[in-house]
């Protein structure tokens, strides 16, 4: 039986990648997967793991015949990876990503895509880990969460569905944003909690009685700072691409701590427990609506 994708070329063969070939093939909707990345150690970790099925020696060639070309890198690394593989992509041949900031990989495709730009439709899959790498990949990171979309006006409506499908055989839920819109998203809902994540876990490895601290650090440490185990170069990357958004927030973040900080000096028990039953009311709400969609 003939699958849906002949072939995918993956750049990027780790968590993101990996997953994305692992439940493609799971779905049995891959035929061979072939994968590039910057370190040969971890493109033959992915081979010996079954995560791909070749590493490419040539992107001209594996590109050539490609059904669809998958960026899952750091979005630091994107735009010299279209120019590279841009004159070699076949005529039918689709691009999607995985980078978690829209707006700078729309403007890297337009500057190195040319003719391509039309086959190219960026996405963005709200799943991960802390753990990276081949040996994290799961052939379940994607079931059942949200994928989202940005679509260029030049995407044709095939290439738009063929790679919702894509995401769609991973068991993602897919939805569509603008660039602009996603980047205003995901700059308060993401970016922000993982710059003050990782701004407090520096700032306590900071203090002379770092490891005191660490060591009677229970749930509530453990909780909000889980994600500061993340890849720092990744959010190196996002945080630059996404920096103006990003700013907005942080800057509205800092002006709420600035009210907590009026109240807490004022001793103004009210305002804390007004603010504080406010944010429990939104975050309650929230995890029942969430918890009601995995039902």
């Known amino acids: 039986m003939q699958t849906p994708f002949r072939k995918i070329v993956i750049f990027g063969v780790g968590l993101i990648g990996g997953s994305f070939a692992l439940a493609l093939r799971k779905a049995n909707a891959v035929g061979e997967v072939v994968g590039f990345g910057r370190r040969e150690s971890a493109l033959r970790e992915a081979l010996q793991l079954g995560v791909i099925d070749r590493i490419g020696q040539s992107e001209a060639e ?31 041949t689709l691009l999607t990503d995985a980078g978690s900031t829209k707006s700078d990989v729309v403007a890297a495709a337009r500057e190195n895509l040319g003719v391509a ?27 059942g969460r949200k994928v989202v979309l940005t679509p ?29 819109q996603h980047d205003r998203v995901f700059a308060a809902v993401s970016h922000l909690p993982h710059l003050l994540s990782f701004a407090l876990v520096h700032d306590i490895a900071q203090k002379s009685e770092r490891d005191l601290l660490l060591s009677f650090a229970a749930g509530g440490f453990r909780d909000f700072t889980r994600i500061a185990a993340s890849s720092p170069e990744m959010w190196r990357d996002i945080c630059l691409a996404n920096r103006e958004a990003l700013l907005q927030e ?3 973040y800092r002006a709420e701590l600035d009210r907590l900080r009026v109240a807490l ?10 603010i504080f039953a406010v944010a429990r009311e939104v975050r309650c709400r929230w995890q029942a609506d969430e918890s009601g969609k995995e039902k």
């Not at 039309?118 to 994607?142: C, M, N, Q, T």
């Not at 000096?265 to 007004?274: H, N, P, R, V």
Request: negative net charge.
């Open 62 to 92: 594996e590109v050539r015949d490609a059904d669809l070309v998958l960026l899952a890198t750091p979005v630091g690394q994107m735009a010299e990876i279209m120019r590279r593989i841009a004159p070699h992509l076949g005529e039918s």
């Open 152 to 180: 260029l006006p030049e995407n044709t409506p095939a290439a738009l569905a063929r790679v919702r499908f894509a995401w769609e055989q991973c068991g993602a839920t897919v939805s569509e944003l603008s660039a602009g």
């Open 250 to 252: 942080l800057d509205s």
């Open 117 to 143: 730009l039309s086959r190219f439709v960026p996405a963005h899959p709200i799943a991960g880990a802390e753990k990276s790498g081949a040996a994290a990949a799961l052939a379940d990171l994607y079931q």
């Open 265 to 274: 000096a004022s001793a103004d028990a009210e305002k804390l427990e007004t």
